[in-house]
């Protein structure tokens, strides 16, 4: 599954199902919010991405600009980029409603529209990392984009997940499909035939390989923990599962 098969197959997906997530998730989410997944671990808590006070910030992934427009509220320029187009026109309608804007592009996380060293921090929760085919291309682009010392926090599930059916029942607590098998997710269109989503897996091995390769020193791996009392199922994430595995993984990793 190339490069161009996985992005002409998720930006029209994404489009597809941009309302329903927003429908689904946004209150959680937040407007302002900045949450590293599921558990609901919040960069409040994390701080992974350190002071963003007057600091230029770039997020791949940026759905609807929520973490973006949190990096706003505390100082930083930050800016979104997005494969998808309905994605980005929520990023617009929450920009109106909260009154924080946060300027955003149409893009792809392998070809970053911006100029060499121009960021402080990049950072994708849970955006297009896992989407994305060719990981070294976009890593690289991710070094090019960044200033000497920049750092790049990223989210994506937790790569122990891949041998889990994904399912918050106790289904998915037995383990059916190899963690190294790197086989990406493919999901055919009934109708057309055609590939209409793709997911790629990376193990925590080949992540420590790719940011190394791209001269990132990483400084953090969180593995946030299910909070006692949070109830909320996503998707695969749940109470059920997340007591016993982890299901998020956050790098942080400074350039140079
Ligand atoms: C799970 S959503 C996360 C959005 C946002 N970070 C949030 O927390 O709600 C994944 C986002 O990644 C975007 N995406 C997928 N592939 C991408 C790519 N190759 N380049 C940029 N964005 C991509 C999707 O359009 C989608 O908005």
Same mark, same amino acid.
């Given at each position: 599954m190339s490069e161009d098969e996985s992005r002409r197959a998720n930006g029209p997906d994404w489009d597809r199902y941009a309302d329903e997530y927003q429908a689904t998730h946004g209150d959680f989410l937040g407007n302002t919010g900045f949450v590293w997944g599921p558990e609901g671990l919040t960069e409040d808590q994390? @701080?992974?991405?350190?002071?963003?006070?007057?600091r230029d910030v770039l997020e791949l992934?940026? @759905?609807?600009?929520q973490c973006s427009r949190w990096v706003r509220v505390h100082g930083g320029r930050s800016f979104g980029l997005d494969l998808s187009m309905r994605q980005l026109q929520h990023s617009l309608r929450i920009d109106e409603e909260s009154e924080i804007a946060v300027p955003s592009v149409l893009a792809t996380a392998t070809a970053i529209p911006y100029a060499d060293a121009s960021f402080d921090v990049v950072f994708c929760s849970f955006g297009a990392l896992q989407f994305i085919a060719d990981i070294d291309l976009c890593v690289a682009e991710v070094a090019r984009v960044l200033r000497p010392g920049g750092r790049f926090a990223f989210s994506i599930t937790h790569p122990t997940r891949w041998s889990f059916p994904d399912d918050p029942s106790e289904a998915g607590l037995t383990a059916t499909s190899s963690y190294w098998d790197r086989t990406p997710y493919v999901e055919i269109d009934d109708d057309s035939g055609q590939v209409a989503y793709v997911e790629h897996h990376r193990t925590l091995g080949d992540w420590v390989t790719v940011l190394a390769g791209h001269g990132f020193r990483i400084v953090a791996l969180l593995e946030p923990e299910w909070p006692e009392e949070h109830d909320r199922v996503w998707g695969g994430w749940s109470r059920v599962r997340g007591r016993l595995t982890p299901g998020t993984a956050v790098f942080a990793a400074d350039l140079g």
């Open positions: 994390a @701080g992974v991405l350190g002071d963003v006070a007057g992934g940026s @759905g609807a600009g």
